[in-house]
C-alpha cells in the first residue's frame, strides 16, 4: 500500500482539492462553531481514503504453490466439508466461524439519526465491525439487510445461522426491534444480542450503579426519568429492575412525553410496563426531585432549567448520538454539583455500548455459548462497575499513563481505550455461561485464558494511547517543529493543539504558514494558537548566531558561515532554541537528509552523559501487532559496544509504551552456527547487554526467525534467555536494519512510527520525509513525554 509514500499524499491532496467534499446536511457533530463543518469533511475523507471504508478481508492461510491450492480449495476444501456434515460443532475447527461476528442492521434508528435506510447505515455497521477487531479481535461481517417488517427481518438474519458464531443487531428501532431479538433468540443456537438494548443496558447500568454510590443514593430509592422509550431506554430500564430499581420511581418520555396509563398514542406493549399512573404529561413536569436523567432519545431534549430541579448531585446521562440530549457544559453550567455522562469519545464519562460489545462477544464465544443470557450480562456490569473503583494499580498506570484516575464523578467508568477491559469482561462473561450451563467448550484453563488475552492487547494498535494520556497529562510542553510551513506539520500542530498534547512552535514565514493554513482549512491561527519563530526576522537571532558559534567555532564554522547558516537552516534554528531553553522538544527531518540533520543536533543538543553514540529505534505497527527495530537509520556499522547500548537505550525507550521489552540481537548466524566478524560482534554484543541491563529480557546472535517464533528458537538453543516473541529485533548493521524496515512497512502495510532518536541529550526526534502528518503527531506526542518523564 501506498500509506507512507509522498507522492500518494501529494495525490490523495489533490483528488481532496479537485473534488471539494460537499457539506453533509443534517450532520451536527460537534454544534459549537465553525469546526463542524472542517470536522465533517475530515470525517468524509478518512471513509474515502486511501480506499473507500473502513474494512477489508484478509486471508489467513498462504496460497503460495498449487499444494496449497489444492488444500485450500478443491479437492482439499471437501475434507472439511464432509467432517462439519458428520459433526457440525466441527465448524469452530475448520473454518472462522467460531470468531466471526455478523452485525446487521435494517437502518431503522441509526444512531440518533433516524430511520435513515439500510445502506446509509453501512458506515456505522463497518464502524461496529471496526470496534470488534480492535479491541477484541473478532471477525464481523456486516451485513445491512432491505428488511422492514419483523417477519422479513426474522426471515433474513434467522438464515444466516452456518455463516455465523455470533449475530449482534444493530440500530434496529423500537418495538420491532423486541419481536425481532425474541424470535431469533428462540430459532438460533448462536447467541443473537441487540447491541443498542443490551450493550448499552449494561454500560448503563454500570455507571449507574458506580454513580448512585457515589451520590450515597440507593438504586431502590432513586428516581430515574427517561427521555427515549425505544430499544436503549427500555432495555436500561428493564435491567435496572433487576438490580434493584422500582417501577414506580421510573418516568418514561417519548416523542408524546410522559408514558402514563391510558394514553393511547404511540404506545405499545414494552412501553406500558412503564405507565405512571399520573396527571403529568411531560419531561419538564416529571423531571424535578429526579436522581437520574437517562437520555436515550435526541439532541437538545433536555434544557437546562429542566436540570435546576433535579435532586442533589443528580446523575446526567446524556446519550443520544452524535448530539447528546444536553451538551456537558450547559448541563455543568446549570447544576455544578452533577455527574455527567455523555455516548461521545469528546467528554469525560463515556457510556457507550463500545465498551461492553466487544468483550461480551468475546467470552461468548470463546466458551461457545449458545446464547447471552441474563447471567453473563450481570456478569458484565459488575466487571465494568468494579473496574472503575479498583485502586490505581501498576497496570492503570500502565493504560492511563503515570496518572490513574482515580474512582470519583469524572471517572464513574473506565475509558474505551482501558485494556483492562477485555481482561476482565471477557472471562466474567465465559465464566457465568459455564456456570448457568449455557457453554459448549466451557473454559478449562482461567489462567492461560487470560494470558491469551494479555497477549492480544499488547499486541494490538492501541500502543500509542498511553503516550497520548501521558502526553496529555504533562500539559503542553512546547514543541519545536522545523519545517513549520510543511503541510504535514501544520496539519499535526492543529491536532496537538485540538488534543491539548502539545505547545507547538512553527519555525518558518509567518506569511506562508497563515496562507497555508487558509488554503488547507486549518482554523488555528499563529499568536493565539501557537507561536512562530520567523528565520528571516527574529530579535534574538544575535544571541542564537552567539551560541551556535559556541558550539560550532571550532568544528571548522566561521563567524561569517554560522551567522548564514542560524539564518537558512531551520534544524540549527529548532536545536539552538531547545538548547537555549525556548522549547521543551524538537521534531525535524520531515524534508531534506538524515544524515544531515543528525549532523545539526549532534553538534547542538549533544549526546547525553556517557553515551557512545546516537543511534534510531522504529516501531512497526501492522495487524500482526507492534515491532521495534533498531539501529535502523544512524550507524553504517556499529562496534558491539554500541549495539549493546542501542539495545539497552531501546529497550528503555520501549518501556515508555508500557510494554516490556524482549530483544533478539538478530544476525545471519544462529546461536554461533556460522564464523564471521559480524556474528562474533553481535556475541560479543549480549554479553555486554547483560552486563548493562541484568533485568533485560534478551538474547543472541539469532535468525530473523528465530527472533519471532520461539518454536524454531528452541530447537537450536532450548535454554534461550529469550520467551515468546521478541517484539524488538537489533541488527548487526545499518544495511539489514533499514532494508528490513523497509520492505517490512511496505509489505505488511504497516504504520511506522519513527525514527525515534536515542542518545540525544534532549527530546529531538529526525523524522523521515515520507512521514505523513499521523506520523508527526506520533513523534511529537512521544517528545513531549520524554520532556516530562526523562527516562
Ligand atoms: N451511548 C450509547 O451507547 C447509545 C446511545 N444510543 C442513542 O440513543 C438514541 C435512541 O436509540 P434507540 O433506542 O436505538 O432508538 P429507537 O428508535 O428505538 O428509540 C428512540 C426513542 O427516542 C424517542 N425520541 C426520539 N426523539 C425524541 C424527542 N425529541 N423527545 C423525546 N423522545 C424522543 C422515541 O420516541 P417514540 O417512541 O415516540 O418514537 C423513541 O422512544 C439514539 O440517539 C442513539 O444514538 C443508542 C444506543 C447506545
Ligand atoms: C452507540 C450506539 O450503538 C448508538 O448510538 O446507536
Ligand atoms: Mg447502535
Same mark, same amino acid.
Given at each position: 500500500?501506498?500509506?507512507?509514500?509522498?507522492?500518494?499524499?501529494?495525490?490523495?491532496?489533490? #483528488?481532496?482539492?479537485?473534488?471539494?467534499?460537499?457539506?453533509?446536511? %443534517?450532520?451536527?457533530?460537534?454544534?459549537?462553531?465553525?469546526?463542524?463543518?472542517?470536522?465533517?469533511?475530515?470525517?468524509?475523507?478518512?471513509?474515502?481514503?486511501?480506499?473507500?471504508?473502513?474494512?477489508?478481508?484478509?486471508?489467513?492461510?498462504?496460497?503460495?504453490?498449487? #499444494?496449497?491450492?489444492?488444500?485450500?480449495?478443491?479437492?482439499?476444501?471437501?475434507?472439511?466439508?464432509?467432517?462439519? #456434515?458428520?459433526?457440525?460443532?466441527?465448524?469452530?475447527?475448520?473454518?472462522?466461524?467460531?470468531?466471526?461476528?455478523?452485525?446487521?442492521?435494517?437502518?431503522?434508528?441509526?444512531?440518533?439519526?433516524? +430511520?435513515?435506510?439500510?445502506?446509509?447505515?453501512?458506515?456505522?455497521? !463497518?464502524?461496529?465491525?471496526?470496534?470488534?477487531?480492535?479491541?477484541?479481535?473478532?471477525?464481523?461481517?456486516?451485513?445491512?439487510?432491505?428488511?422492514?417488517?419483523?417477519?422479513?427481518?426474522?426471515?433474513?438474519?434467522?438464515?444466516?445461522?452456518?455463516?455465523?458464531? /455470533?449475530?449482534?443487531?444493530?440500530?434496529?428501532?423500537?418495538?420491532?426491534?423486541?419481536?425481532?431479538?425474541?424470535?431469533?433468540?428462540?430459532?438460533?443456537?448462536?447467541?443473537?444480542?441487540?447491541?443498542?438494548?443490551?450493550?448499552?443496558?449494561?454500560?448503563?447500568?454500570?455507571?449507574?450503579?458506580?454513580?448512585?454510590?457515589?451520590? %450515597?443514593?440507593?438504586?431502590?430509592?432513586?428516581?430515574?426519568?427517561?427521555?427515549? $422509550?425505544?430499544?436503549?431506554?427500555?432495555?436500561?430500564?428493564?435491567?435496572?429492575?433487576?438490580?434493584?430499581?422500582?417501577?414506580?420511581?421510573?418516568?418514561?418520555?417519548?416523542?408524546?412525553?410522559?408514558?402514563?396509563?391510558?394514553?393511547?398514542?404511540?404506545?405499545?406493549?414494552?412501553?406500558?410496563?412503564? &405507565?405512571?399512573?399520573?396527571?403529568?404529561?411531560?419531561?419538564?413536569?416529571?423531571?424535578?426531585?429526579?436522581?437520574?436523567?437517562?437520555?436515550?432519545?435526541?439532541?437538545?431534549?433536555?434544557?437546562?432549567?429542566?436540570?435546576?430541579?433535579?435532586?442533589?448531585?443528580?446523575?446526567?446521562?446524556?446519550?443520544? +448520538?452524535?448530539?447528546?440530549?444536553?451538551?456537558?457544559?450547559?448541563?455543568?453550567?446549570?447544576?455544578?454539583?452533577?455527574?455527567?455522562?455523555?455516548?461521545?469519545?469528546?467528554?469525560?464519562?463515556?457510556?457507550?455500548?463500545?465498551?461492553?460489545?466487544?468483550?461480551?462477544?468475546?467470552?461468548?464465544?470463546?466458551?461457545?455459548?449458545?446464547?447471552? +443470557?441474563?447471567?453473563?450480562?450481570?456478569?458484565?456490569?459488575?466487571?465494568?462497575?468494579?473496574?472503575?473503583?479498583?485502586?490505581?494499580?501498576?497496570?492503570?498506570?500502565?493504560?492511563?499513563?503515570?496518572?490513574?484516575?482515580?474512582?470519583?464523578?469524572?471517572?464513574?467508568?473506565?475509558?474505551?481505550?482501558?485494556?483492562?477491559?477485555?481482561?476482565?469482561?471477557?472471562?466474567?462473561?465465559?465464566?457465568?455461561?459455564?456456570?448457568?450451563?449455557?457453554?459448549?467448550?466451557?473454559?478449562?484453563?482461567?489462567?492461560?485464558?487470560?494470558?491469551?488475552?494479555?497477549?492480544?492487547?499488547?499486541?494490538? %494498535?492501541?500502543?500509542?494511547?498511553?503516550?497520548?494520556?501521558?502526553?496529555? $497529562?504533562?500539559?503542553?510542553?512546547?514543541?519545536?517543529?522545523?519545517?513549520?510551513?510543511? !503541510?504535514?506539520?501544520?496539519?499535526?500542530?492543529?491536532?496537538?493543539?485540538? !488534543? /491539548?498534547?502539545?505547545?507547538?512552535?512553527?519555525?518558518?514565514?509567518?506569511?506562508?504558514?497563515?496562507?497555508?493554513?487558509?488554503?488547507?482549512?486549518?482554523?488555528?491561527?499563529?499568536?493565539?494558537?501557537?507561536?512562530?519563530?520567523?528565520?528571516?526576522?527574529?530579535?534574538?537571532?544575535?544571541?542564537?548566531?552567539?551560541?551556535?558559534?559556541?558550539?560550532?567555532?571550532?568544528?571548522?564554522?566561521?563567524?561569517?558561515?554560522?551567522?548564514?547558516?542560524?539564518?537558512?537552516?531551520?534544524?540549527?534554528?529548532?536545536?539552538?532554541?531547545?538548547?537555549?531553553?525556548?522549547?521543551?522538544?524538537?521534531?525535524?527531518?520531515?524534508?531534506?537528509?538524515?544524515?544531515?540533520?543528525?549532523?545539526?543536533?549532534?553538534?547542538?543538543?549533544?549526546?547525553?552523559?556517557?553515551?557512545?553514540?546516537?543511534?534510531?529505534?522504529?516501531?512497526?505497527?501492522?495487524?500482526?501487532?507492534?515491532?521495534?527495530?533498531?539501529?535502523?537509520?544512524?550507524?553504517?556499522?556499529?562496534?558491539?559496544?554500541?549495539?549493546?547500548?542501542?539495545?539497552?537505550?531501546?529497550?528503555?525507550?520501549?518501556?515508555?509504551?508500557?510494554?516490556?521489552? #524482549?530483544?533478539?540481537?538478530?544476525?545471519?548466524?544462529?546461536?554461533?552456527?556460522?564464523?564471521?566478524?559480524?556474528?562474533?560482534?553481535?556475541?560479543?554484543?549480549?554479553?555486554?547487554?547483560?552486563?548493562?541491563?541484568?533485568?533485560?529480557?534478551?538474547?543472541?546472535?539469532?535468525?530473523?526467525?528465530?527472533?519471532?517464533?520461539?518454536?524454531?528458537?528452541?530447537?537450536?538453543?532450548?535454554?534461550?534467555?529469550?520467551?515468546?516473541?521478541?517484539?524488538?529485533?537489533?541488527?548487526?548493521?545499518?544495511? &539489514?536494519? +533499514?532494508?528490513?524496515?523497509?520492505?517490512?512497512?511496505?509489505?505488511?502495510?504497516?504504520?511506522?512510527? /519513527?525514527?525515534?532518536?536515542?542518545?540525544?541529550?534532549?527530546?529531538?526526534?529526525?523524522?523521515?520525509?515520507?512521514?505523513?502528518?499521523?506520523?508527526?503527531?506520533?513523534?511529537?506526542?512521544?517528545?513531549?513525554?520524554?520532556?516530562?518523564?526523562?527516562?
Amino acid at each position: 500500500m501506498h500509506r507512507d509514500t509522498r507522492a500518494f499524499a501529494r495525490q490523495v491532496e489533490e #483528488r481532496r482539492l479537485d473534488e471539494k467534499i460537499k457539506p453533509v446536511e %443534517g450532520f451536527d457533530a460537534t454544534p459549537t462553531d465553525k469546526s463542524t463543518s472542517e470536522f465533517q469533511e475530515s470525517a468524509l475523507f478518512f471513509h474515502r481514503y486511501p480506499r473507500p471504508g473502513k474494512l477489508e478481508i484478509q486471508a489467513t492461510k498462504p496460497l503460495g504453490n498449487q #499444494r496449497d491450492l489444492a488444500l485450500a480449495y478443491s479437492p482439499g476444501v471437501a475434507a472439511p466439508c464432509l467432517a462439519i #456434515r458428520d459433526d457440525p460443532d466441527s465448524a469452530a475447527d475448520y473454518t472462522a466461524r467460531g470468531n466471526l461476528v455478523g452485525v446487521v442492521s435494517n437502518g431503522s434508528a441509526v444512531l440518533g439519526l433516524g +430511520n435513515i435506510g439500510a445502506l446509509a447505515s453501512k458506515p456505522v455497521m !463497518e464502524g461496529k465491525a471496526v470496534l470488534f477487531k480492535k479491541f477484541a479481535n473478532i471477525d464481523v461481517f456486516d451485513i445491512e439487510v432491505n428488511a422492514g417488517t419483523v417477519d422479513s427481518m426474522v426471515s433474513v438474519i434467522g438464515s444466516l445461522e452456518p455463516t455465523f458464531g /455470533g449475530i449482534n443487531l444493530e440500530d434496529i428501532k423500537a418495538p420491532e426491534c423486541f419481536e425481532v431479538e425474541q424470535q431469533l433468540r428462540d430459532k438460533l443456537d448462536i447467541p443473537v444480542f441487540h447491541d443498542d438494548q443490551h450493550g448499552t443496558a449494561i454500560i448503563v447500568a454500570a455507571a449507574i450503579l458506580n454513580g448512585l454510590e457515589l451520590a %450515597g443514593k440507593e438504586i431502590a430509592r432513586a428516581k430515574i426519568v427517561t427521555a427515549g $422509550a425505544g430499544a436503549a431506554a427500555l432495555a436500561c430500564l428493564n435491567l435496572l429492575v433487576e438490580l434493584g430499581a422500582k417501577r414506580e420511581n421510573i418516568w418514561v418520555h417519548d416523542l408524546e412525553g410522559l408514558v402514563y396509563e391510558g394514553r393511547e398514542t404511540l404506545m405499545d406493549c414494552w412501553k406500558e410496563t412503564f &405507565a405512571q399512573k399520573s396527571t403529568k404529561r411531560d419531561l419538564a413536569e416529571s423531571i424535578p426531585e429526579a436522581d437520574v436523567f437517562l437520555g436515550l432519545s435526541a439532541a437538545g431534549v433536555l434544557k437546562p432549567e429542566m436540570l435546576e430541579k433535579m435532586a442533589e448531585r443528580p446523575l446526567i446521562m446524556a446519550l443520544a +448520538n452524535p448530539t447528546p440530549e444536553i451538551m456537558p457544559d450547559a448541563a455543568r453550567k446549570a447544576r455544578p454539583d452533577a455527574m455527567i455522562c455523555t455516548g461521545r469519545s469528546d467528554f469525560p464519562n463515556q457510556v457507550n455500548n463500545v465498551l461492553c460489545f466487544p468483550y461480551i462477544f468475546r467470552g461468548a464465544l470463546d466458551c461457545g455459548a449458545r446464547t447471552i +443470557n441474563e447471567k453473563m450480562k450481570m456478569a458484565a456490569v459488575e466487571a465494568i462497575a468494579e473496574l472503575a473503583r479498583e485502586e490505581p494499580s501498576e497496570v492503570a498506570a500502565r493504560a492511563y499513563s503515570g496518572e490513574p484516575p482515580t474512582f470519583g464523578p469524572d471517572y464513574l467508568i473506565p475509558s474505551p481505550f482501558d485494556p483492562r477491559l477485555i481482561l476482565r469482561i471477557a472471562p466474567a462473561v465465559a465464566k457465568a455461561a459455564a456456570e448457568s450451563g449455557v457453554a459448549k467448550r466451557p473454559i478449562a484453563d482461567m489462567e492461560g485464558y487470560l494470558d491469551q488475552l494479555t497477549r492480544f492487547v499488547y499486541r494490538s %494498535g492501541l500502543i500509542m494511547k498511553p503516550l497520548f494520556s501521558a502526553a496529555k $497529562a504533562a500539559r503542553k510542553k512546547r514543541v519545536v517543529f522545523s519545517e513549520g510551513e510543511d !503541510e504535514r506539520v501544520l496539519r499535526a500542530a492543529q491536532v496537538l493543539i485540538e !488534543e /491539548g498534547i502539545a505547545e507547538p512552535i512553527l519555525i518558518g514565514r509567518p506569511a506562508v504558514i497563515e496562507s497555508r493554513l487558509e488554503r488547507f482549512g486549518l482554523k488555528i491561527r499563529p499568536g493565539s494558537d501557537f507561536s512562530v519563530t520567523n528565520p528571516e526576522d527574529d530579535p534574538r537571532f544575535r544571541e542564537y548566531v552567539d551560541l551556535y558559534f559556541s558550539l560550532v567555532g571550532r568544528l571548522g564554522v566561521i563567524p561569517e558561515a554560522a551567522r548564514t547558516i542560524v539564518r537558512t537552516n531551520p534544524t540549527v534554528i529548532g536545536a539552538l532554541s531547545l538548547k537555549r531553553g525556548e522549547a521543551d522538544a524538537m521534531i525535524c527531518g520531515v524534508e531534506g537528509r538524515y544524515d544531515h540533520h543528525l549532523r545539526d543536533v549532534a553538534q547542538i543538543v549533544g549526546k547525553c552523559e556517557g553515551a557512545l553514540d546516537f543511534s534510531a529505534m522504529s516501531l512497526l505497527i501492522s495487524q500482526r501487532g507492534a515491532t521495534f527495530f533498531a539501529d535502523t537509520y544512524v550507524s553504517l556499522n556499529p562496534t558491539a559496544e554500541e549495539v549493546a547500548e542501542t539495545t539497552v537505550m531501546a529497550a528503555r525507550e520501549i518501556r515508555r509504551f508500557g510494554i516490556t521489552p #524482549r530483544a533478539a540481537l538478530v544476525s545471519h548466524s544462529d546461536f554461533g552456527s556460522r564464523h564471521s566478524d559480524s556474528s562474533a560482534k553481535m556475541r560479543r554484543a549480549i554479553q555486554l547487554v547483560r552486563e548493562l541491563d541484568p533485568e533485560l529480557e534478551a538474547d543472541g546472535e539469532m535468525h530473523g526467525d528465530s527472533a519471532i517464533s520461539e518454536a524454531l528458537r528452541q530447537r537450536v538453543m532450548p535454554t534461550s534467555t529469550l520467551r515468546g516473541e521478541a517484539n524488538l529485533l537489533v541488527f548487526p548493521n545499518l544495511d &539489514a536494519a +533499514n532494508i528490513t524496515l523497509g520492505v517490512l512497512k511496505s509489505m505488511m502495510d504497516s504504520l511506522h512510527v /519513527g525514527p525515534i532518536l536515542l542518545g540525544s541529550a534532549m527530546p529531538a526526534h529526525i523524522l523521515s520525509p515520507s512521514v505523513t502528518s499521523r506520523g508527526v503527531v506520533n513523534m511529537a506526542t512521544l517528545a513531549v513525554v520524554e520532556a516530562s518523564i526523562p527516562a
